[in-house]
């Protein structure tokens, strides 16, 4: 009885030096932000594909500075700036997640509506449910943002988009549809981020 309690202790111990000792993800809601249950999947996903720990801060407002009153939207890259300077201390990163819509410039596009954007090898992504919920059941929009979570903290950890077909970090070429066939990241971006030093379970139980 006592051995079993002792190894209780050790696994319970050892358990939290494991999560101390990873990179710190925050989740910023930023209001109108979506609700308990997106927000759940996305740590979900981020912490079954990474080794990080994720904390959800208190949601705040998002910001004038990222306003873009010629088609109501909010700019992602001012979010991003934004975003990064209110990365804690403690953090590698920061996720923001929103409801409205956010955009950016892509290629002649000055004006791109997008899911998500992330800085490559950077502090800082933003997401958007805006696109993902539209005309979908609610199981949809939240594999839809787990993956969108996925690809975009990808890129904050120097992914850039991938070829093959059904990566999280395949480009979605202004599809929402395109993530829905996105399942896993593939091998070559395992490797990457193996040689990153960002060690990404070999085997994950998908929260989609």
């Known amino acids: 009885m006592k051995l079993r309690l002792l190894l209780l202790t050790l696994g319970l111990l050892w ?13 910023q809601p930023l209001q109108p932000a979506p609700g308990p249950k997106v927000i759940a999947a996305i740590v979900a996903a981020l912490q079954a594909f ?3 720990t994720v904390h959800v ?5 998002l910001p004038r500075s990222a306003f873009y009153p010629p088609r109501h939207r909010w700019r992602a890259e001012k979010l991003l700036d934004w975003l990064q300077k209110r990365l804690p201390p403690d953090g590698k990163k920061i996720v923001g997640l929103t409801s409205a819509d956010i955009s950016t410039s892509k290629g002649a596009n000055e004006d791109w509506g997008v899911l998500g954007l992330g800085s490559l090898d950077g502090g800082a992504c933003v997401l958007s449910s ?17 993956k969108v979570a996925t690809h975009e903290v990808g890129h904050t950890f120097g992914l ?8 999280l970090m395949e480009d979605a070429r202004g599809k929402v549809a395109t993530v829905d066939g996105e ?17 990404v379970p070999v085997a994950v139980k998908k929260p989609w």
Do not use: K
């Open 15 to 27: 358990q939290s030096l494991a999560c101390a000792a990873q990179p710190v993800i925050y989740l």
């Open 57 to 61: 801060l208190p949601p705040a407002p």
């Open 50 to 52: 990474y080794p990080v």
């Open 160 to 167: 850039e988009h991938c070829p093959t077909q059904g990566c």
């Open 183 to 199: 399942d896993d990241l593939c091998p070559a971006c395992r490797r990457q981020l193996q040689q990153r030093s960002v060690s």
């Open 130 to 146: 805006y696109r993902a919920r539209r005309g979908v059941p609610v199981r949809v929009e939240l594999a839809r943002m787990a």
